[in-house]
């Protein structure tokens, strides 16, 4: 995939990166981020369970959220861009 294309520079893919995906593998359900603040979700709605459980999973993976070069990493870009 693509940066600026398929991928956000501000982290996760974009819409044209999860047709991408899509058309690869087809019968996949991947979706965009929830990129809505937590104080705008319904509690209990679909994106605010989809966002708390990304959060969980995400948290937990292993790896540094700073490049070398002082840089964030994708999985920092992510986890901001999820508002984790």
């Known amino acids: 995939m693509k940066m600026g294309v398929h991928k956000s520079r ?5 819409a044209k990166g999860v047709a991408a ?3 690869a593998n087809p019968g996949s359900k991947l979706k965009t981020a929830v990129t809505t603040p937590p104080s705008k979700l319904k509690k209990g709605s679909k994106a605010a369970g989809r966002r708390k ?3 969980a999973r995400m948290s937990g993976v292993k790896g540094p959220m700073k ?3 002082g840089k964030p990493t994708r999985k920092a870009l992510a986890l901001r861009k999820w508002n984790c």
């Open 10 to 14: 501000s982290g996760g893919l974009t």
């Open 21 to 23: 995906y899509r058309r």
């Open 53 to 55: 459980s990304f959060c």
């Open 67 to 69: 490049k070398p070069n």
